[in-house]
């Protein structure tokens, strides 16, 4: 199977009528209580409309109570693959990636601080739509997300695409 998936890619690239790699930045809500920033960076090929854009976006959360008892912090670094359609100024798509969580916790006991730290790998799968401006060598954008499977997370993108 992976080798038919990389065959497939590799027939896409060597097909692609642009290319190009873009940076971007968000707002991330991950509960109601933690929500963070995000960066990230793509690389778009494309065949007319149809754009595969393979994705890496790292995002963090944290959470104090008013106490001071609970700290609570988020850490993801995703990575996606996404595939769009753009249509003039407006564009759909969707995607799935590896999501790599890593999650520490700090509860204060009796003046003692306690620690604990994990982590885990989710595959997870996002559909998004945006807004884009395509000029001669760069397009800015925004975009809205959602990313599901387990837990739901909504995203604000906004970003610049560089074409070549």
């Avoid at 896409?12 to 933690?34: E, L, N």
């Amino acid at each position: 199977m992976k080798k038919i998936l990389l065959a497939v890619c590799l027939i896409f690239i060597g097909s692609v009528s642009f290319a190009g790699i873009g940076v971007k930045g968000g707002y991330v809500v991950f509960d109601k209580d933690y929500s963070g920033f995000a960066l990230g960076a793509d690389y778009q090929m494309g065949l007319g409309p149809i754009v595969l854009a393979p994705e890496i976006l790292y995002w963090s959360a944290n959470y104090k109570d008013n106490n001071s008892v609970m700290e609570l912090s988020v850490q993801d670094l995703v990575f996606n693959l996404n595939g769009k359609l753009s249509l003039g100024i407006f564009y759909g798509g969707a995607g799935f990636g590896i999501n790599m969580f890593k999650i520490k916790t700090k509860i204060t006991f009796l003046g003692t601080p306690i620690e604990s730290t994990a982590s885990t790998n989710k595959l997870r799968f996002n559909v998004f739509g945006g807004f884009q401006i395509p000029l001669p060598m760069v397009t800015p954008f925004v975009e809205l997300r959602v990313v599901t499977l387990g837990e739901t997370q909504f995203m604000a993108l906004g970003g610049v695409n560089l074409g070549f």
